[in-house]
């Protein structure tokens, strides 16, 4: 069993966890914020077994976009 944690940028995280429940994936969603400017970001905590790591990590690399 693995904790998987992701720090992602509001507008992404309402598809994100909307992909991970498609899934069936259980996240917790927290609000965090910090960075330059304090921008307001999304905390997303699951559980998954050693084998779903690389499924979860596809999903946020699908759904979430790099910022500059």
Same mark, same amino acid.
């Given at each position: 069993m693995?904790?998987?944690?992701t720090i992602v940028h509001n507008e992404d995280a309402?598809?994100?966890v *909307?992909?991970?429940l498609e899934k069936e994936f259980r996240a917790t969603r927290l609000h965090s914020s910090?960075?330059?400017l304090k921008?307001?970001?999304a905390t997303i905590l699951l559980g998954?077994? *050693?084998a779903?790591?690389?499924e979860v990590v596809g999903i946020?690399?699908?759904k979430c976009t790099s910022r500059t």
């Amino acid at each position: 069993m693995k904790l998987v944690v992701t720090i992602v940028h509001n507008e992404d995280a309402g598809a994100l966890v *909307d992909a991970l429940l498609e899934k069936e994936f259980r996240a917790t969603r927290l609000h965090s914020s910090g960075g330059f400017l304090k921008q307001s970001n999304a905390t997303i905590l699951l559980g998954v077994e *050693d084998a779903e790591v690389d499924e979860v990590v596809g999903i946020v690399r699908e759904k979430c976009t790099s910022r500059t």
